[in-house]
């Protein structure tokens, strides 16, 4: 059974001069922020299905993704994207775009996956100012694919924020950024950007123009969210976005001229494939499938044989759990980004514990998954903690570690969730071991930021108060004039991850120490109990 959560949610009559209609009907399905959930879900298998059956019923048939496949789980960190990239050749993948993930791997290595890709990659707003080769420099801006006399555009937009939501020193050469995504200018370099390329599609003759944007729909992601693309551009007729985990049916947005725009989501690790249709009428329709009833054995079995060749150490049981160690609520409102929870304890005493610092800070977006009651396996640590990165510590004074929480805590709301939506979420936002503090929400943030994300002071009053250090059994005071330990990851400390520039310079004890997740598994198996670890432990209060 095919479930289709909504049939034609969005239909978009276009009067363009010139525009040559279909001769036949035009199907583009899309994925996006898969995360390596390949059997998650819909999964690949019944995804190839249902493509390949529309292909052998119609003529104009692709798929496409808006970014985020390489990285998000075991299958994805365990084979640097490699698996990923042979199972999106085997899918047929004809256009993708770059999600903020694709990066984390380095450029070195992003290179080497494309290079093994048998799809087409494209990027609207990628620039390159260094000295070496770019790794887009065989990207097109834009892909035009012409159905029968009919061309569609398909332009890829990458978030600006790319630069610090994925490992800042990959976009740099000697301590300078060399890559950038149009970023300045509150959006507007962005949006003119992507406005010069869809004027020159339709110069070319294009009579539809897709965008596969990786940008957001939700307001925390302004100015650079898939909305605010639409209200200041003209020319286009359907976003496809991702990087929100969103999932929207498929609603009309008034674009700069007050013309609709399809704007369409389909969440994350495959809840939904979408399918949009160009008909012979010129109209558009977008849906969203989450149930097929067919499987592709092909897809189905390359699934298995790569979790055979895992299942081996990934499957060794290394504990038990009586309750789960989380990173959501009960309706899977990511709280790890703008809220303690216990999973966020017990990861930051981890690192803690086995760097021996005074205090550890993990960034609640490098903490993936929940951990639930019963067995542990490597495979659920691995899943806490995907990316690979490797650890260390420095020094850093007092004003140092003040100035770090409150750039993490500068989007905490006193609230973190309304009306089922987040509120606050930050990837940056800090899980810590070793320190209590409380963030004064009704206190606006007073962080500063370069075009780039990249902090670079605090102007006024700070939200971050009473911020006590564990000495001993005992929690005192910070000292801003004193010289603390800090462990966390290489991102969080040297590599200016999430835009946290405060550790970089500081003098390194451990450069290049062991991966998290050896870590995070190291200090799973010494704990005899984990009953402190029921609740969260008031760490950090929020008012």
């Given at each position: 059974m095919k479930k289709i959560l909504s049939l034609i949610i969005a239909i978009l009559i276009l009067t363009l001069s010139g525009c040559q209609q279909p001769k036949e009907d035009i199907y583009i399905f899309y994925t996006g922020d898969v995360h390596c959930g390949i059997d998650s879900n819909l999964g690949y298998p019944a995804v190839k299905a249902l493509v390949d059956e529309t292909k052998?019923?119609?003529?104009?048939?692709?798929?496409?993704?808006?970014?985020d496949y390489l990285q998000g789980g075991m299958v994805g960190s365990m084979s640097r994207g490699s698996y990923i990239v042979d199972l999106m050749n085997q899918m047929h993948y004809d256009l993708v775009t770059f999600g903020n993930h694709e990066f984390d791997y380095d450029m070195d290595r992003l290179a080497e996956l494309m290079e093994m890709a048998d799809f087409d990659f494209i990027a609207t707003n990628a620039r390159y100012s260094g000295s070496k080769t770019s790794v887009f420099a065989d990207v097109p801006t834009y892909v035009i694919k012409e159905f029968q006399g009919t061309k569609v555009a398909f332009?890829?937009?990458?978030?600006?924020?790319?630069?610090?939501?994925?490992?800042?020193?990959?976009?740099?050469?000697?301590?300078?950024?060399?890559?950038?995504?149009?970023?300045?200018?509150?959006?507007?370099?962005?949006?003119e950007q992507v406005q010069k390329t869809v004027d020159e599609v339709r110069s070319k003759g294009a009579d539809y123009v897709i965008v596969l944007s990786h940008l957001g729909s939700e307001l925390q992601y302004a100015p650079y969210d898939a909305v605010t693309l639409i209200s200041n551009t003209t020319g286009i007729d359907v976003v496809i976005d991702g990087h929100s985990h969103s999932v929207v049916y498929g609603d009309p947005y008034p674009n700069a001229a007050g013309e609709d725009v399809i704007l369409t989501s389909t969440g994350t690790k495959l809840e939904n494939l979408g399918e949009l249709i160009i008909a012979t009428d010129g109209t558009i329709s977008t849906m969203l499938i989450s149930e097929y009833d067919k499987q592709d054995e092909e897809i189905a079995n390359s699934i298995a044989t790569i979790y055979d060749e895992l299942g081996v150490v990934l499957d060794e049981k290394i504990g038990e759990l009586e309750f789960p160690l989380v990173i959501s609520d009960e309706n899977g409102i990511r709280q790890i980004r703008s809220r303690e929870t216990n999973l966020g304890d017990f990861c930051a005493d981890a690192l803690r514990e086995e760097l021996h610092t005074d205090i550890a800070i993990v960034n609640g977006g490098g903490i993936r998954k929940t951990i639930e009651a019963g067995e542990v396996t490597y495979g659920n640590l691995l899943d806490v903690m995907p990316f690979g990165n490797t650890t260390g510590s420095c020094y850093a004074t007092g004003q140092q570690i003040l100035d770090a929480l409150e750039f993490t805590s500068r989007s905490t709301d006193a609230l973190y969730v309304f009306e089922d939506n987040a509120v606050g979420e930050n990837g940056a936002f800090s899980q810590v071991s070793g320190l209590r503090y409380t963030i004064d929400t009704s206190i606006p943030s007073g962080v500063l930021v370069d075009a780039n994300g990249m902090f670079i002071g605090i102007e006024g009053e700070r939200r971050v108060k009473d911020v006590m250090v564990l000495e001993g059994d005992e929690y005192v005071p910070i000292d801003p004039e004193k010289t603390y330990t800090v462990g966390s990851t290489d991102y969080i400390l040297f590599k200016n991850g999430d835009g946290n520039t405060v550790f970089h310079d500081c003098e390194r004890i451990i450069a290049n120490g062991e991966t998290d997740v050896d870590l995070l598994i190291r200090y799973f198996q010494k704990q005899e109990s984990f009953e402190d670890y029921r609740e969260v432990q008031n760490r950090i209060i929020i008012k």
């Open positions: 052998a019923e119609h003529s104009n048939v692709l798929l496409v993704d808006t970014g332009l890829g937009v990458l978030t600006p924020e790319t630069l610090t939501s994925s490992t800042p020193v990959y976009f740099m050469e000697d301590d300078a950024f060399v890559y950038d995504f149009y970023g300045e200018n509150d959006g507007k370099n962005l949006f």
